[in-house]
DNA sequence: TTGCAATATGGCTAAATTGCCAAATAGTAA
DNA sequence: TTACTATTTGGCAATTTAGCCATATTGCAA
């Protein structure tokens, strides 16, 4: 691969990988209705703070996310709302899967 | 996590995960635009032919593309379009980042 | 049939990811 | 100051992923 495309690549990848956990995309859709601080998410989540915490720095880290500090919480919010957009088209993928394998089904059973 | 929201958010997870990767958006780019068969793919990435075999697997199970044998080549094709108007939205965080990191190094150097 | 080309699969090791616990840090309040 | 709460960080074990090589498999052609 081309190095200049492989960088591209790469960087598109990373941002990719970060919304690819199922918590993270809890998250970026609880972020993408209203802000949240890690508390509630880590209640949403129902696993360990510190695990929800991690989650929230990948998300960060890949500029998904903002925090802003307010004196003992720290408030997140979904910095790309344009993400959104996409989750439709995953669920369009998931439900042409579902139809496919049902059409499988049918077509064996005779 | 609720267990109905955990399934979803899991099947998303993994069609999100299948993209996650450098060589397999490449690949997606590439099949947006046409066809390819996997020999093509092959030299375009620069990766053994095996490497390549197994990232379509994933991206076939994924239900991202579709393929179709025509003697000895198997052809890949894109299944669901709308993954490229995603693609942009990637690039903008990607100069959000840029712009932001730029607005730090300017402030701090005064 | 044999031989060759294209693709897929198995097996292996190295690297990355995940999630918990424990400990550190930061902020508030007494 | 101490105590308490919210969040992050370090460390570790288990799991997953990536990519190569070697080996099937499939299809064409002689």
Redesign the interface.
């Known amino acids: 691969?081309k190095n200049t495309?492989?960088t591209r690549?790469?960087?598109?990848?990373k941002?990719?990988?970060a919304?690819?956990?199922?918590?993270?995309?809890?998250i970026i859709e609880e972020l993408n209705r209203k802000e949240h601080c890690v508390g509630e998410l880590t209640e949403?989540?129902?696993a360990d703070a510190s695990t929800v915490s991690k989650h929230l720095s990948i998300l960060k880290n890949?500029?998904?996310v903002n925090d802003d500090k307010r004196g003992n919480l720290i408030f997140y919010t979904l910095?790309?709302p344009?993400?959104m957009?996409?989750?439709?088209?995953?669920?369009?993928?998931?439900s042409?899967?579902a139809r496919?394998q049902n059409a499988i089904l049918k077509c064996c059973r005779g």
């Open positions: 691969m495309l492989k690549y790469e960087a598109r990848a941002i990719i990988k919304m690819a956990h199922p918590s993270r995309l809890l949403m989540i129902g890949a500029g998904l910095r790309v344009c993400i957009q996409f989750m439709s088209c995953v669920e369009d993928v998931i042409a899967n496919q």
